[in-house]
Each structure stands twice: as C-alpha cells, then as structure tokens.
C-alpha cells in the first residue's frame, strides 16, 4: 500500500515538472507565433498548440484524473500533432511550388 502511495506522488511530481518544462518550451514558439507572418506562422501556430495540450495532459494527469487525460487529451495531443505534420508539409509543397515556378521547371 504505501509503495502505491509513493509512486503515485513520484508521478504526479514529474508531471507537474513536465508540465512545467512543456509550457516553458512553448514560450519561444509562442512568440514567433505572434511575431512571425505568412505561412511560417501558421506551423509555429500549430506548433505552439501541440505543446500546449501536450502541457495540459500532464497538469490533468498531475490532478490524479488520469481517465480523463488518458481518454481525452491524449488522443488531441496527437491530433494537433498530426495538424501540425499537414500544416507543415501544405507549406513545404507551397514553397516548393513557388520554387519551381520561379525556376521555370
């Protein structure tokens, strides 16, 4: 019984600390995200909003309501995160269209 009780206050520890460091990360892109125009902005928004479920996860998880994290802020963590592959391969194709446009080939 009390080695259930110490893992569970190791783990929401290093969620807490996760959490922490996740939402910390997410300050840079979060910036470019505002400062940023055109379509390098769209994937830095993206970007951005991956971490930032990524973040609430574990601060859900921290809560001792893993059900719910587990069930509902995971699968969107991974959604947002697929999102943000679309967004950026829409802008590499664009930018690679425009390339060669320009070359002529």
Do not use: C
């Not at 259930?4 to 300050?27: G, T």
């Not at 125009?37 to 993206?46: A, F, Q, W």
């Not at 991956?50 to 587990?70: C, K, N, P, T, W």
């Amino acid at each position: 019984m009390n080695i259930n009780l110490i893992k569970l206050a190791i783990e929401s520890w290093l969620d807490l600390i996760s959490a922490a460091m996740i939402f910390f990360a997410a300050i840079i892109p979060g910036y470019l995200s505002l400062k940023l125009r055109g379509d390098i902005s769209k994937v830095t928004i993206m970007l951005t909003a991956f971490i930032v479920v990524h973040g609430i996860y574990h601060l859900v998880r921290m809560q001792g309501i893993e059900s719910i994290a587990d069930s509902v802020f995971e699968p969107a963590s991974i959604v947002v995160l697929i999102a943000f592959g679309v967004t950026y391969l829409g802008v590499s194709y664009k930018k690679k269209k425009k390339k060669q446009e320009a070359t002529g080939k």
